[in-house]
C-alpha cells in the first residue's frame, strides 16, 4: 500500500482535489480509501462515501489536528491495509501554521488555493515549506498573471516541491497528480519507527487541554505573554489595594 | 550548478552579491538579514534566538538546501540559451483507441493554430497534453517535444518555469491593487530589470487593445471585462515566462482580438487556440480538426479563405458598431 498525506488551509479544494485524482487512480484498476482530520466538524465522510470510497473520520476536538493525526496515523494504516487498499489518502485540515502531518519518506502534498493572497505562502510553515508536491486550485478564477505571481510565491519558500495547477471543480490537473501518487514499489506495512518531518511543538498550554477560565492562576504549561506597558494585571492590581 | 555545501562557506553577504535575487527568497521566507552580511549560515542562525527558530520551524539545513535549488532554478531560468523554438505533436489515439492520422505535427514560435471541434470532442485535452509535456503518459497516448527533442521534466515540475501560459474566458483580477502596482508586482516576480518602462508599456499597449480606457491606478478589481482582458494579454505577452501561451475559448472577448493576436505573436510565442469564432479561426496560420478526442485533420489556411475572413471582419465591425450604438442609446437605423 502507498500511503499519501495530503494537507492544506480550510476550504482550499483539498477534497475536490482528491476526489478527482482518486476517480483517476480508481480508472488504473487502483483500490483507494480516504482518512479525514479535522477539529470539530466535517462533511467530508459522507463525500467521499457517495463516491463509493472507503473512508474513516477523527475530530481531534480541542487538540491541534496534527497532533492529533500523529497519534493515530498507525492505526488507520493498519485499517487501510486490512480493506486490502492500493492507495490510502489522508486528509489533513492545515489550521496549525505550525505543525504539519508530514512523515519522512512519505508523499506529503500541500493544497492551496490562488484566492488566499499573495502572502499565504511567507505565512504558512512546515505544511507548505516542507511538501514535496504543492498543488495550487482555483486558478479558474484569477488571470494568468496572478497564477504566476502566486506560484513564484510558492517557489520561493519550497523551491524543491512539484507545483501543479488543479481546478477543483473540472478535474484539469488531477489525472497529472495521480501519476505521481502511486507507484507499484512502495509497500507500506506499518509506520512503526518512521519520523514526522518537522518536531511538533513540545509543549500544550492549559487551554488546549479545556481550560476555560480566565486568569495567570489557571494558566499553565507553555504560556507566553504579550509585551504589554507594565502594570495592566488586575490581579495584582486589586491584591495590592 | 552550486551546491549547499559552497554555499555554506559564504557570507550572507558573499551570497547577496553573486546572486542578488536571493534577496526575495530571504524576505519571502521571513529571514531578516539587514546587519547579518558578515555571518556565514551557521553564525547567521545562531544570532536569532532560539525560541524563535522553533515557533517558526527554521530548520538552517533545509533552508540552505532550498537556497541552493533556488539559486540553480534561477541561473537556468536566466539562461537565455534555453530558448523554445519549436513544439511537435506526436500521434497518439481518439477515444475509441484508434491512431491518429498524421506523422508529426511541428509548430514554430510566431505561428498561431486554431482547435475546432465540437464540444467534449477533446479541445481542452489537447491542450492538456501540451501543458503536461505528455510522454505517452496521458489518456491520449501522444507525446510532445521540445526542439525537436524530449524535454526534461523540469517542464513540468517547476514552479518558475512553466512551458504554457494560459488565457480563458472567465478570468478576473482578485488582489486588491491598483492597475500599476499589479503589473509591478508581476514584473518583480519575473526579475525583469527596466521595470519601470516595461510596465508603462504594458499599460499603453492594454489601453490600445480595450475600447475603453482605463488609467494606472484604476483598481484591478474595477475593470470591466473587456479591459481585464485586454491587460491580461498585454501582460501575458510581455511578462509571462512562457513561450507557449493556450487559449481556450475568449469569445466575444470585447476587445480588438487580432490585434491582440498580433502582440502575442510579435513577442515570439506559439500560439494554440480552442475557438469556435471564425474570425479567430482563419486568423490561424493553420488549423487542427478535433473529432472523439483525435486530430482529424489539419487544414492549412488559404488565401481563399483569408479572402472570406476580410468579409468576415467587416460583418465583426459592422455588428460592434452597432453594439456600440445600442450602448450609447442611438437609434439603430440610420
Ligand atoms: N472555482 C473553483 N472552486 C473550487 C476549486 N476547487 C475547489 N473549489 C470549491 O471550493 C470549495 C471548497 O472545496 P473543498 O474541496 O471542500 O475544500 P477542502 O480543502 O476539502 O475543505 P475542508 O476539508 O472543509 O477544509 C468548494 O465549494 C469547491 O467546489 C477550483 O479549482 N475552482
Ligand atoms: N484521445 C482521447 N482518449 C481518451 N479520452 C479523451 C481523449 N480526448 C479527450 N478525452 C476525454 O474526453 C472528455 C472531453 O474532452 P475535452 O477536452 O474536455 O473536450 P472539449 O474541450 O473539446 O469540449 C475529457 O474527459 C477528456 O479527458
Ligand atoms: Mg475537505
Ligand atoms: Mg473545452
Ligand atoms: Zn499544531
Ligand atoms: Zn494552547
Redesign the pocket.
Known sequence: MNLVTIS?P????????ILKTIDSLKARGLKVGVAKF?CLY?D?DKLYEKAGIPVQKGLSGALCPDHYFVSNIEEVTQWGLKEGLDVLIS?S?GLCNRCSPYIKDIKAVC?IDNLSGINTPKKIGPMLKSADIVVI?????VSQAEREVFASRVNMVNPSAVIMN????TGQGSYELSTLLHDGEDDLKTLVGKKLRFSMPSALCSYCLGETRIGESYQMGNVRKMNLPSGLDAEKRQGSQ | MIKKEILEHRTIGEILKDYPFTDSFFKNNGLEIAGAESLNWASYFESIDEEEREDRALEPDQLISQLAEFINQMLEFLDEGQQVHSLTILPGTDKSGQPEGFDEFVVRTGEVISIVGPTGSGKSRLLGDIEWVARKDTPTGREILINDDVPDTSWRFSGAKKLVAQLSQNMNFVMDLSVEEFVELHAESRMVENRGEVVKRIIDEANDLAGEQFKPDTPITSLSGGQSRALMIADTAFLSQSPIILIDEIENAGIDRKRALELLIRQEKIVLMATHDPVLALSGDRRIVIKNGGIAKIIETTEEERSILSHLEELDRTLLSYRTRLRQGESLID
Do not use: H, Q
Open positions: 492544506g480550510p476550504s482550499s479544494g483539498k477534497t475536490s482535489v479535522d466535517t467530508d486528509e485540515a493544497v486550485t482555483k486558478g479558474d478564477i488543479i481546478n477543483g471543480l
